[in-house]
């Protein structure tokens, strides 16, 4: 089932610069995504695009069948229940603990206390971060940090994960980590996309590989490696 649709999306900004030029894709319910390209090929502009962040100069993008252009204002913070976003710098409110980071998202939905201590004590099983519930950002590793922002994305079962540049930060042995983590959220039914320029990554997925550059997606591959178009 297709999920998401862009069609003829362009981006261009008041300064004339063109983030996004004709860009047509689809994703499919359930599909793990690569979407690769050196800085500022257009990744993160896209994925802004996806959820609802940005919106196109032309064109249009669509969610489920919707047109995101017609959804309200008021109702976009609704919309966004749909996706959970990880990033390079994990954004973890350091005041707070591995579980009141992730609580924090099941607060803001309106949970009890039961099902908050419930549904997080369950993903920390999932992510390998049980042990560590108490520590707080700053006593725990880049990996086990990013492991906690992964954590917090997918506690509201959002049907798309959005992860961009999520190993960025990361040594070679964490970063695998996360991606094995990322393939275990897409096999719940998850739709991942994955933004990043690490190759090594991407070679290790075996799943469908979009390259970008300079706001246009140069090639669109089934099962494919990181591999520079030219």
């Known amino acids: 089932m297709k999920l998401i649709n862009l069609d003829s999306v362009t981006k261009e900004y008041p300064d004339g610069f063109v983030a996004l030029a004709d860009i047509n894709c689809e994703i499919d319910q359930g599909e793990f995504v690569s979407l690769v390209g050196s800085s500022g090929s257009g990744k993160t502009t896209l994925l802004k695009m996806i959820y609802a962040d940005e919106f196109p100069s032309d064109g249009a993008v669509y969610f489920g069948g919707r047109d995101i252009c017609d959804i309200k204002r008021k109702v976009l913070p609704h919309f966004r229940r749909n996706f959970g976003t990880v990033f390079q710098d994990f954004k973890l409110l350091p005041q707070k603990s591995v579980f009141e980071n992730i609580a924090y998202t099941l607060e803001v939905h309106g949970k009890s206390d039961a099902q908050i201590a419930d549904e997080v004590t369950n993903i920390l099983n999932v992510v390998g971060m049980a042990s560590?519930?108490?520590?707080?950002?700053?006593?725990?590793?880049?990996?086990?940090?990013?492991?906690?922002?992964?954590?917090?994305?997918?506690?509201?079962?959002?049907?798309?994960?959005?992860?961009?540049?999520?190993?960025?930060?990361?040594?070679?042995?964490?970063?695998?980590?996360?991606?094995?983590?990322?393939?275990?959220?897409?096999?719940?039914?998850?739709?991942?996309?994955?933004?990043?320029?690490?190759?090594?990554?991407?070679?290790?997925?075996?799943?469908r590989v979009i390259l970008m550059d300079k706001g246009r997606i140069m090639r669109d591959d089934a099962h494919g490696k990181y591999i520079i178009s030219g």
Request: charge should be positive; aromatic fraction near 2%; hydrophobic fraction near 40%.
């Open 132 to 207: 560590k519930a108490d520590k707080y950002p700053h006593q725990i590793s880049g990996g086990e940090q990013q492991r906690v922002s992964l954590a917090r994305a997918v506690i509201h079962r959002p049907r798309v994960l959005i992860a961009d540049e999520p190993t960025g930060n990361l040594d070679p042995i964490s970063a695998l980590s996360i991606v094995r983590l990322l393939l275990k959220v897409n096999s719940f039914g998850t739709t991942v996309i994955l933004a990043t320029h690490d190759k090594s990554v991407v070679d290790k997925l075996n799943r």
